[in-house]
Nanobody, 117 residues
């Protein structure tokens, strides 16, 4: 079974930092585009950051300059470094793996990030 397991969520104060990790198993990791999405209560799940197989990245406007996505193919892991956190960053964050050629799309279970004083 394909597995994406997120970790690193928690409670942080505004202005603080957090690093999320997503460990993938049972997929050919190097073939997948990876992304982080988030969903706040009552809102749709939206893309936060993505990184393709070549290392190219894109970010939601709301997190540009504050978040950084990276991947370590040797460890089958994608990261999201979150700095200068704001209360509006509070959400459940989900890891995603996508491979269009074979119509493969997988999600992790999500990890809660709460930014509050």
């Amino acid at each position: 079974q394909v597995q994406l397991v997120e970790s690193g969520g928690g409670l942080v104060q505004p202005g603080g930092s957090l690093r999320l990790s997503c460990a993938a198993s049972r997929i050919s990791f190097n073939s997948f585009n990876m992304g982080w999405y988030r969903q706040a209560p009552g809102k749709q799940r939206k893309l936060v950051a993505a990184i393709n197989t070549g290392g190219g990245t894109n970010y939601a406007d709301s997190v540009k300059g504050r978040f950084t996505i990276s991947r370590d193919n040797a460890k089958n892991t994608v990261y999201l470094q979150m700095n200068s956190l704001k209360s509006e960053d509070t959400a459940v964050y989900y890891c995603n793996a996508h491979y269009t050629l074979i119509r493969a799309n997988y999600w992790g279970q999500g990890t809660q990030v709460t930014v509050s004083s």
